[in-house]
């Protein structure tokens, strides 16, 4: 007992001497700064990519992304120990208020017209989808009804018909007159078999999958402070035998479920928002979901 006590001891001394920080920062950071420093100075600094500092960093280290007011176009996974931490020191990703966005432009040359004012085209990626019309999902119309072999759609309205997603333009306008994007890579947050792990103040958008996928075997796993919105199919995932706190997180403008349970997953929510406004709060199937007062509610 007194060397499993030691033991213990002894790792945790280890880990809080050797945790380092890591800097990114999508505006002043380079991927061939070694990422020790916060801001720029005498030929080193931040890197600009989360991906770079996950590959440099190791036991529970903390990643400390800026909120630069530009989004990173990027998405990220944690796999295996060197992206864990300990009990008392777990390995941490703080997201400052920072965005991730996995959206890419479509180009006005991508559409063909269909029939007067009804636009298609075809994504690289048909399983789920996600159209954007500006920085917010355009108004999705369940493929039920169709009208001369296209979709029953009003102005300003999208669906995913036949492996095309299809448009209404306005009166009098065109295609190319909207800022229109969709949802490209596939997942924002990945976790995989990983332990004593904190993500917290981060903004995730845009995904063709989910925000956030706790894929299997995560364990002592916080999302504190996360909002995911605007993903094809979920907000967050927790699958197969992963068990996941989210702590003070939203989760709304999803495509299939706002939170989507499987396996023998079990996920803890505190104050947080699942928000029914596209998709069911909770799709499950077979996980658990421990809801503690009205964090399934509206906020």
Not at 229 to 255: E, I, P, Q
Request: hydrophobic content about 40%.
């Amino acid at each position: 007992m007194r060397s499993l006590v030691f033991f213990v001891m002894l790792c945790c001394s280890v880990a809080q001497l050797h945790a380092r920080d890591w800097y990114v920062d999508n505006r002043l950071g380079d991927d061939q700064f070694s990422g020790r420093l916060r801001l720029p100075a005498s030929g080193d600094g931040p890197v600009r990519t989360i991906a770079k500092a996950l590959r440099v960093c190791g036991t529970a280290d903390r990643i400390v992304i800026a909120n630069t007011g530009m989004a990173y176009r990027e998405s990220f996974t944690l796999v295996g120990g060197r992206h864990s931490g300990l009990p008392d020191f777990p390995f941490v990703v703080e997201g400052n208020g920072a965005m991730l966005d996995g959206r890419t432009l479509v180009p006005a040359e991508a559409w063909s017209v269909f029939r007067g004012d009804i636009y298609r085209f075809r994504p690289p990626r048909q399983a789920s989808a996600m159209l954007y019309l500006g920085e917010r999902p355009a108004r999705f119309h369940p493929p039920l009804e169709r009208q001369n072999g296209a979709p029953r759609l009003e102005p300003l309205e999208w669906s995913l018909v036949d492996g095309y997603i299809w448009f209404r333009v306005e009166q009098g306008k065109l295609i190319e007159d909207y800022p229109l994007s969709i949802a490209a890579l596939a997942v924002g947050v990945g976790l995989y078999h990983v332990h004593d792990v904190v993500v917290s103040n981060l903004v995730v958008q845009g995904y063709q999958l989910d925000g956030v996928n706790a894929h299997d075997g995560v364990s002592m796993c916080r999302l504190s402070n996360v909002t995911s919105r605007g993903n094809g199919r979920s907000g967050f995932t927790v699958a197969n035998a992963s068990r996941v706190l989210l702590d003070g997180c939203v989760s709304g403008d999803n495509g299939a479920s706002q939170l989507r349970s499987e396996g023998y997953s079990h996920t803890r929510l505190i104050n947080t928002s699942l928000l029914a406004n596209t998709a069911p709060r909770i799709v499950s199937s077979g996980g658990e979901a421990q809801i503690e007062g009205d964090s399934a509610a509206p906020r």
